[in-house]
Structures are given as C-alpha cells and as structure tokens.
T-cell receptor, first 109, second 113 residues
Framework: GENVEQHPSTLSVQEGDSAVIKCTYS??????FPWYKQELGKRPQLIIDIRSNVGEKKDQRIAVTLNKTAKHFSLHITETQPEDSAVYFCAAKVAELTFGTGTRLQVTL | DVKVTQSSRYLVKRTGEKVFLECVQDMDHENMFWYRQDPGLGLRLIYFSYDVKMKEKGDIPEGYSVSREKKERFSLILESASTNQTSMYLC????????????FGAGSRLTVL
C-alpha cells in the first residue's frame, strides 16, 4: 500500500519567517495530495490540496508544490503568525487517504 | 454548526470490555471513516464505508469492527478492549464524488485500563 513520510516532526520558527514541511509518497498512482491542520484540542481541517495534474497551488500565505517525478510534495507557509502554530498532516490518495506522521509547527514571537 | 458528531469525547474502559464509539454526520455524505491518532504515528485508517451495510478494512483493522445500518451513522466496535487500543479515535465523512474532502469529528479519547 501507499506509504507517506513527513519531515520534520517538529519545526520552530520566529513570527514572520517562512516554514516548509516536506512529504514523500511511495505509490506513483497517488493523484490527490491534501494538507490538514490540527490546532491543539481541535479536529483536523483541510487547508489546501493539490491534484497530480498541477505542480503548484497557492492560497494567500500558504502554497503546496508537487514533484511527481520525485514523488514528493511540500507545504510552504510565508509570513508565519502565532495562529499558524498547530500540527500539520500531509496525505496522499490512491484509493483512500494515507496520512503522514505529522509536523508540530510552533511560531514564536 | 457541528456536522460530524462523536457521541463520547472521553471514555475509560477496562480490559476485555466491549466498547462502542458512535459517529453521526448530517451532511448526507456517502463515505465515512474511522481513524486512530497516536503521537508520532499520524492518522491511521481503521475501517471505512462507502454505503449503508458496506464496510472495508483500512490499514489497521485488527481488534475492531464497524457497523453502518444508516447512511448518517457509523459505529466503531472494540469487541474486547485491550490497553494497546488506548488512543484518540477520529471519525470523518466525505462525499463520494469530487474532492473527497474529509470532515472530521471532534474525536473520542479512549483509555483502556
């Protein structure tokens, strides 16, 4: 089955800096790559997603890039703010979503 | 505004007990899922269902079963709870078509003593 690896497991940045989280997947048939954000004590929520026929997608301060050849995709957050502090999960889909192990992002003042 | 409701936020059970975790969604979604969330392991799929009476095993189905008698309700059953099933359980639902965006419930934290 699909295997998704996510790095780093923890990330600390200063407010205003950029943050990058990287994921690799194993199954070249994966065609959908969402990112979910889980704030402390809350449920995961979709923040951005990308399909395999697109290389990059942006939504305000967040962007996702996909390299199908290398089978990796990344989440980029610019101008980080304290409210960006959360756990972020990447996922890849063949039949169903397989999630990465999560990245705890802490934005310090 | 709650769309996916999990009946219990916190449960404490003893080893060997039968445990029912209930999930109800009001969005008329066809697909429903049960995930288990553990630190450092991410979200792992236990079981899912595309329709009433239908169920499919996910990545870690051992020790679990599910029931979907109605479209809006998906239950996770632990026939004989064990300590290694202590975890956060998340229910989710999605439409059958389109982007398959998951809407999650708030989670049920189960402790097995």
């Amino acid at each position: 089955g699909e295997n998704v690896e996510q790095h780093p497991s923890t990330l600390s940045v200063q407010e205003g800096d950029s943050a990058v989280i990287k994921c690799t997947y194993s199954d070249s048939a994966s065609n959908y790559f969402p990112w979910y954000k889980q704030e402390l004590g809350k449920r995961p929520q979709l923040i951005i997603d990308i399909r395999s026929n697109v290389g990059e997608k942006k939504d305000q301060r967040i962007a996702v890039t996909l390299n199908k050849t290398a089978k990796h995709f990344s989440l980029h957050i610019t101008e980080t703010q304290p409210e960006d502090s959360a756990v972020y999960f990447c996922a890849a889909k063949v039949a169903e979503l397989t999630f990465g192990t999560g990245t705890r992002l802490q934005v310090t003042l | 505004d709650v769309k996916v409701t999990q009946s219990s936020r916190y449960l404490v059970k003893r080893t060997g007990e039968k445990v029912f975790l209930e999930c109800v969604q009001d969005m008329d979604h066809e697909n429903m899922f049960w995930y288990r969330q553990d630190p450092g392991l991410g979200l792992r799929l236990i079981y899912f269902s595309y329709d009433v009476k239908m169920k499919e095993k996910g990545d870690i189905p051992e020790g679990y079963s599910v029931s979907r008698e109605k479209k809006e309700r998906f239950s996770l059953i632990l026939e004989s709870a064990s300590t290694n099933q202590t975890s956060m359980y998340l229910c989710a639902s999605s439409l059958a078509s389109g982007a398959n965006v998951l809407t999650f419930g708030a989670g049920s934290r189960l402790t097995v003593l």
